[in-house]
């Protein structure tokens, strides 16, 4: 089999790039809603902040994800006498990249610590953590114990702290309220 020159071969890449170049003219990608960027939709589509700030304040998206008996109260929170989705806390998503809300339910072991920021960093910006119960916010009953952090707050910047051991889901109601207060502009840090 004949063998292509170098030379050859770079001016047949050549025109198949210009190829597809062409064939790609005026067909920019719309930016797709669901995995864009806030800001890059509202820069396509010329929205105004105030606009994205509500949408942001009503669609909050809290991950599936659990460390402890404080999550047997949060999954008490996506139950039906809730009924959370009526304030905009919409369902848990499975994936941190459709997750904008992390609610820590439970002790975070020193063990754990990797993967709960592993989670953190893949979840879409802006993003938000509520500390859910004592364990979360400052050790809980393990508070002297050797593989327990003394809160997120140690490696997670918190957004609202939820007291209780367990708190109830209404208690996490109130905090999400408080959250969409926050990022709504109503409370300060
Ligand atoms: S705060 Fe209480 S209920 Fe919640 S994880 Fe800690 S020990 Fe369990």
Redesign the pocket.
């Known amino acids: 089999m004949e063998e292509y020159t170098k030379e050859e071969f770079m001016t047949a890449k050549k025109e198949m790039d210009q190829l597809v170049y062409e064939s790609l003219k005026g067909k920019e990608a719309k930016p797709n809603v669901m995995f864009a960027k806030m800001s890059e939709i509202s820069r396509a589509l010329k929205v105004s902040k105030g606009m994205v700030k509500w949408a942001r304040v009503n669609s909050l998206w809290p991950l599936q994800f659990g460390?402890?008996?404080?999550?047997?109260?949060l999954m008490g929170f996506g139950s039906a006498r809730i009924d959370a989705e009526r304030k905009g806390y919409l369902l848990f998503r499975g994936t941190p990249r459709q997750a904008d809300v992390m609610i820590v339910?439970?002790?975070v072991t020193k063990s754990v610590v990797p993967e709960v920021k592993r989670l953190y960093e893949q979840m879409t910006e802006p993003r938000y953590v509520v500390a859910?119960?004592?364990?979360?916010?400052c050790g809980?009953?393990?508070f002297e114990s050797y593989n327990i952090i003394r809160g997120i707050d140690q490696v997670l910047p918190v957004d609202v702290y939820v007291a209780?051991?367990?708190?109830k889901p209404e208690n996490l109601f109130e905090a999400l309220m408080k959250l969409q207060d926050k990022i709504g502009g109503k409370i300060e840090d």
Request: glycine content about 18%.
């Open positions: 460390l402890a008996c404080c999550a047997i109260e339910a439970g002790w859910f119960g004592e364990c979360a916010t809980g009953p393990w209780g051991c367990p708190p």
